[in-house]
C-alpha cells in the first residue's frame, strides 16, 4: 500500500511467499489451531481460519442462529470451568505436555494436593519449554487437556478447587 507516493520505510513491502502460507495452513489443520503468525523482522504473514460450529452470516449478513444447540468437547470444557476461580487458562499458544518427557510420571494428576507455584504442566511454544505453575494450592479436580495436546491462548488447562 502506498502512502502518498512513496512506501511507508525505505523498501516496499516483501510479496506474500505461497510456500510460506501453505506451510502454515498445513501446520493449523495439523494441530488444530485457529491462528498463527510468522515474522522475519517488521514482516509478519498470519494465517486464521474459523474454528469448526462457528456462527456464519446469514442472508442479510446477520448472523443466523444455530438450528440446534450442539454439545462438543470444548463446550463441555467451558461450561464446565470457565468462571471457577481455579481455572488454570493457557497464558500461550502452543503443545501442552503433562510430563517432563514420554512414558515419564506426570506432574499432577486429578485428585493430586498441590501447593502455589508448583509445576503443573509444560507448553512449547517456539521450541521453548515454558512451566504453567499453580496459581494458587488446592486439589486438582480436573485436567482439560491431554498429554502433547495443541493448546490455544486461554484454553481451559485444569481446574484446581
Same mark, same amino acid.
Given at each position: ?25 498445513? !501446520?493449523?489443520?495439523?494441530?488444530? !489451531? ?63 505436555? !503433562?510430563?517432563? #518427557? ?12 498441590? /501447593?502455589?507455584? #508448583? ?11 515454558? #512451566? ?5 494450592? /488446592? ?23
Amino acid at each position: 500500500m502506498k502512502f502518498g507516493g512513496r512506501w511507508p520505510s525505505s523498501r516496499p513491502p516483501l510479496a506474500p511467499d505461497a510456500e510460506v502460507i501453505r506451510a502454515l495452513a498445513g !501446520l493449523l489443520s495439523e494441530t488444530g !489451531l485457529t491462528e498463527i503468525e510468522y515474522a522475519i523482522g517488521d514482516h509478519r504473514i498470519r494465517v486464521a481460519r474459523k474454528p469448526p460450529g462457528s456462527v456464519k452470516p446469514g442472508v442479510n449478513g446477520h448472523a443466523a442462529p444455530p438450528s440446534a444447540p450442539v454439545e462438543t468437547a470444548e463446550t463441555d470444557k467451558v461450561m464446565n470451568g470457565a468462571a471457577h476461580p481455579g481455572l488454570v487458562a493457557s497464558p500461550i499458544v502452543g503443545i501442552a505436555y !503433562l510430563a517432563t #518427557q514420554p512414558g515419564a510420571a506426570p506432574f499432577v494428576r486429578v485428585g493430586d494436593v498441590i /501447593g502455589e507455584g #508448583q509445576t503443573l504442566l509444560i507448553i512449547e511454544a517456539m521450541k521453548v519449554m515454558n #512451566q504453567i505453575r499453580a496459581p494458587r494450592a /488446592g486439589r486438582v479436580s480436573r485436567i482439560f487437556v491431554e498429554d502433547a495436546e495443541p493448546v490455544e491462548y486461554g484454553a481451559a488447562l485444569m481446574l484446581i478447587e
